[in-house]
């Protein structure tokens, strides 16, 4: 066999990939459940998709204030999102921390303005009808802001290659999209009921 000297030698070092899942540690049991309960609920809403459009497509009962177009890309929204922050929580990588992240706190801030909105809304005292609406909704707002919270734990933030600092960070940041998120999708339910 002859020598080549155009081909490169031939080296056992290990592959970034390799490299990555060796610095990063064991993967936290709570994101193990996380991102099985981000597939589960991502694959309903697959399934709510596909329901919606089928029932767009055969002309069915539109049930709700809302455009069928508003609700099929509502619903597929959290499809995509559930789905993927599922995989990018499972692999450990930056970008399925900061959609993980992200969804938990569009889901306090949805919470909270709709409690908000109730309020305001409401013919009696704030005061009176206040711990009623927080008794209400007060366990899943909880364990939402606990998932937050798991989030931004040191251990996990290593794992995902975040640093702490950066983290808390990124959660101003991602309050600021949901609050974005949740006006434009008020005013365009406002828009189609009012109507």
């Known amino acids: 066999m002859?020598?080549?000297?155009?081909?490169?030698?031939?080296?056992?070092?290990?592959?970034?990939?390799?490299?990555?899942r060796r610095?990063?540690?064991?993967?936290?049991?709570?994101?193990?459940?996380?991102?099985?309960?981000?597939?589960?609920?991502?694959?309903?809403?697959?399934?709510?998709?596909?329901?919606?459009?089928?029932?767009?497509?055969?002309?069915?009962?539109?049930?709700?204030?809302?455009?069928?177009?508003?609700?099929?890309?509502?619903s597929a929204f959290m499809a995509t999102l559930g789905?993927?922050?599922?995989?990018g929580m499972w692999r450990g990588t930056k970008w399925g921390w900061w959609l993980a992240t992200y969804y938990y706190v569009w889901t306090?801030?949805?919470?909270?303005?709709?409690?908000?909105?109730?309020?305001?809304?409401?013919?009696?005292?704030i005061m009176t009808l206040l711990p009623e609406v927080l008794l209400r909704k007060a366990v899943p707002l909880g364990v939402c802001v606990l998932i937050i919270l798991y989030l931004l734990k040191r251990s996990v933030c290593e794992?995902?290659?975040l640093e702490l600092r950066r983290a808390?960070?990124?959660?101003?940041?991602?309050?600021l999209i949901a609050t974005v998120v949740l006006a434009a999708t008020a005013a365009i339910t406002y828009w189609q009921i009012g109507a």
């Open 2 to 20: 002859e020598f080549n000297p155009y081909e490169p030698p031939v080296v056992a070092a290990p592959t970034l990939e390799e490299e990555q």
């Open 23 to 74: 610095d990063r540690g064991t993967r936290p049991v709570g994101i193990w459940i996380l991102s099985g309960l981000h597939l589960f609920v991502g694959l309903l809403f697959v399934a709510a998709t596909a329901f919606f459009v089928f029932e767009f497509a055969s002309g069915g009962e539109n049930r709700s204030h809302l455009p069928f177009w508003f609700v099929i890309a509502l």
């Open 83 to 87: 789905t993927t922050s599922s995989i």
């Open 108 to 125: 306090v801030l949805d919470v909270l303005s709709e409690k908000a909105f109730a309020l305001w809304n409401s013919e009696q005292p």
């Open 159 to 161: 794992f995902f290659r």
């Open 168 to 175: 808390y960070i990124a959660l101003a940041v991602l309050a």
